[in-house]
DNA sequence: GCGATGACAACGC
DNA sequence: CGCGTTGCCATCG
């Protein structure tokens, strides 16, 4: 007992944390990779969402499509499989995006237990 | 041990 | 609104 904390950090722990997180986004609802860390534990470990993310790279059993880049920046990289599949999924969830493909994050950004109302 | 890289973020111009 | 710079942190050669 006593540590919580064995070492300075735990990838396995993290990447744990981090799915938990990822899994329980909202259908119809976005997170930033900045709130994904903050909500895993993991302030100001935005970079390592979007690593462990890419390392699970195909697992459908985690809405990956949810976490997006601040201001609701599509993070995967214009005409990748990947990109075009994120918003494909995110528009079979009803999300809505603004100007130049970004998704409306005042509508669509899920706030740790606090939804935000599809407004019509 | 160090430099380079990356599904990031914030700031300045 | 596009682009460059800086900060942050873990992984890789």
Same mark, same amino acid.
């Given at each position: 007992m006593s540590s919580r904390r064995p070492s300075p950090f735990d990838a396995d722990a993290a990447q744990d944390r981090i799915a938990a997180v990822v899994r329980r986004i909202p259908l119809g609802c976005v997170a930033t990779y @900045?709130?994904?860390? $903050?909500? $895993?534990?993991?302030? @100001? #470990?935005? #970079?390592? /969402?979007? #690593?462990?993310?890419?390392? +699970?790279?195909? +697992?459908?059993a985690l809405p990956w499509h #949810? /976490?997006?880049a601040a201001g609701g920046r599509i993070a995967l990289p214009d005409g990748s499989a990947s990109r075009t599949t994120q918003l494909r999924r995110l528009m079979a969830e009803g999300v809505?995006?603004?100007?130049s493909g970004r998704v409306d994050l005042a509508r669509h950004r899920w706030q740790r237990g606090v939804l935000a109302p599809v407004l019509d």
């Open positions: @900045g709130d994904v860390a $903050a909500a $895993a534990g993991l302030p @100001g #470990r935005a #970079r390592m /969402v979007g #690593r462990y993310l890419g390392a +699970v790279d195909g +697992v459908d #949810r /976490v997006i809505t995006l603004t100007g």
